[in-house]
């Protein structure tokens, strides 16, 4: 293996300033997003946090990503990034959601204690569920989308 030299590292400066060091091309970023202030707390948020992403099943193109807004945002990551949907209905910050099987429902948990059953193509609510506490992590049953597996109890 040949060592490296200055070639190699055409259009790179050490002398850059971070976002310039980490604009690569072809890469899209995730930011921050939205603001405002959760509903039920005294906190104000001057940026929503995005706290959970997760790529649609056996498809590279379709990406969710969550924030503490109580929003799922669906994208489209590949072809031409972009947002596609949003998914509003939670009240607090979105702890973890899961695709079906199919990518054709979404299922999310949040710390307004309900569980939400999301149809992704209307971006509708299908199905409430009001829990006596948050519950830590969701999941689907990876064969049956009638069944899913829920973890509540303390968050730490």
Not at 12 to 38: C, D, P, Q, S
Not at 127 to 136: D, E, G, N, Q, V
């Amino acid at each position: 293996m040949d060592a490296l030299d200055e070639d190699d590292f055409v259009g790179f400066n050490l002398n850059n300033n971070m976002a310039e060091v980490y604009a690569f091309v072809g890469m899209h970023h995730i930011f921050e997003r939205g603001t405002g202030k959760v509903e039920g707390t005294s906190f104000l948020f001057a940026n929503m946090i995005v706290n959970r992403i997760k790529f649609g099943n056996n498809d590279n193109d379709i990406l969710a990503f969550a924030s503490s807004d109580g929003i799922i945002t669906i994208a489209s990551a590949m072809q031409k990034p972009q947002v596609i949907i949003e998914l509003v209905g939670h009240s607090q910050p979105i702890i973890d959601f899961d695709w079906s099987l199919s990518n054709e429902y979404l299922i999310s948990t949040s710390l307004d204690n309900t569980i939400r059953v999301w149809n992704v193509n209307s971006g509708k609510c299908v199905r409430t569920i009001l829990c006596k506490t948050p519950a830590s992590c969701i999941q689907f049953h990876p064969l049956n989308n009638n069944i899913f597996l829920v973890r509540h109890g303390h968050i730490y």
